[in-house]
């Protein structure tokens, strides 16, 4: 089966840790993006990338930072610097220029 | 900067009855208009979407209108059924911005039976 998939589902930090959450697809999409949901809000952008080895800050990207080694990975790393970090992390694929972006069932980080 | 909000936050109606969920929009360079559903703890699917050149365009039981002259859109869902309750975001993407999409910031959808 096609699609994006996101580890974990669930995951519990202690404030001033970074934690890296994973994102994969094979639905062989050059763009990758990753968003950030509050309660109750839209999703918001962080980072996205159109190609391998490349990336672009979205409107919230302070505190985050991304990397794009390979084509269906994506990996997104939410650093000490990042405020208020807990939040529902929901990562996307698409072809580039494409509308109808695929999105992973999300992973809700939660720092205690 | 450019936003995409909606009218109203939530929406209860009968099942059976259409449903019309509204959004505006401020970004006049926008390229498309999409329209995703979110359950509850799950990532957003696509519906639908409309290029900004166009008016209307109908899926199955879903019609969005798109009214440039006043930055609206709206989406409208017939004969509503009890799996349509969800939240309903509309986004725009446009070249400019790399086809990332900004997101407004929701209309809950209740079907009542």
């Known amino acids: 089966d096609g699609g994006i998939t996101q580890s974990p589902k669930y995951l519990f930090r202690k404030e001033g840790q970074n934690v890296t959450l994973s994102c994969e697809q094979n639905?062989?999409?050059?763009?990758m993006y990753w968003y950030r949901q509050d309660p109750g809000q839209g999703l918001r952008l962080i980072y996205y990338?159109?190609?391998?080895?490349?990336?672009q800050k979205g409107d919230i990207a302070e505190g985050y930072s991304v990397s794009r080694e390979k084509k269906e990975s994506f990996p997104l790393t939410v650093t000490s610097a990042q405020k208020n970090p807990t939040a529902f992390y929901l990562c996307?694929?698409?072809?580039?220029?494409?509308?109808?972006?695929?999105f992973g069932p999300g992973t809700r980080l939660t720092v205690l | 900067g450019e936003s995409v909000g909606l009218h109203l936050p939530t929406l209860s109606v009968q099942e059976g009855d259409n449903s019309i969920i509204n959004c505006a929009y401020s970004?006049?360079?926008?390229?498309?208009f999409i329209w995703y559903k979110q359950e509850s703890g799950k990532g957003p699917q696509f519906i639908i979407d409309?290029?900004?050149?166009?008016d209307k365009r109908q899926g199955q039981r879903v019609t969005v209108l798109l009214n440039k002259t006043v930055k609206h859109l709206s989406l409208q869902i017939a004969a509503t059924q009890p799996g349509d309750s969800a939240v309903y975001f509309c986004?725009?993407?446009?070249?400019?911005?790399?086809?990332?999409?900004?997101f407004g910031k929701g209309t809950s959808l209740l079907v009542t039976p």
């Open positions: 639905l062989n999409h050059d763009a």
């Open positions: 990338s159109q190609i391998v080895n490349d990336f």
């Open positions: 986004a725009e993407n446009s070249q400019n911005s790399g086809y990332a999409l900004n």
């Open positions: 970004n006049s360079a926008s390229d498309y």
């Open positions: 996307a694929s698409s072809p580039v220029g494409g509308n109808e972006q695929f």
């Open positions: 409309i290029r900004s050149n166009m």
